[in-house]
């Protein structure tokens, strides 16, 4: 466990956008979490990575990140594409019961308290980063 739980850390993970990253993805997300004494979290931050991951890596080509962050007692799960275009969550969540695409984004709505995505081309750098936030608590 950390020495001061309270201080602000971050990591990110670039990895290629090959299905095998989703998993690479996960693991290192728990091991993280364990690391620093927020293993409670690891089964609900693994879900809604995967489903962020899985999107930059199904619907864009190039690079992809994992970023893990956590600040102020909130755990911020993102996914950094080089795509800038914006996610594309169904309009109507009621109707993906049956629907075979776009049930990620309802489960990330579902189990996050916050989500949304940014283009970084303000920042001066390509592409988006989508991102949710847990309570750390």
Request: aromatic residues 6%; glycine residues 6%.
């Amino acid at each position: 466990m950390p020495e001061n739980d309270c201080d602000p850390w971050e990591y990110s993970l670039y990895i290629p956008t090959e299905p095998r990253s989703v998993t690479v993805s996960r693991r290192t997300l728990r091991l993280i979490l364990t690391l620093h004494g927020l293993a409670h979290l690891a089964d609900t931050a693994e879900l809604l990575a995967s489903e962020l991951i899985s999107n930059a890596v199904l619907h864009t080509k190039g690079p992809a990140c994992l970023r893990v962050r956590h600040r102020a007692g909130v755990l911020q799960i993102g996914a950094w594409d080089a795509d800038p275009a914006p996610p594309e969550p169904p309009s109507d969540f009621a109707e993906l019961a049956d629907a075979e695409n776009g049930r990620g984004f309802a489960l990330v709505r579902a189990c996050s308290d916050l989500w949304g995505w940014q283009p970084l081309s303000r920042l001066g750098l390509r592409g988006k980063l989508v991102w949710c936030e847990l309570p750390a608590a």
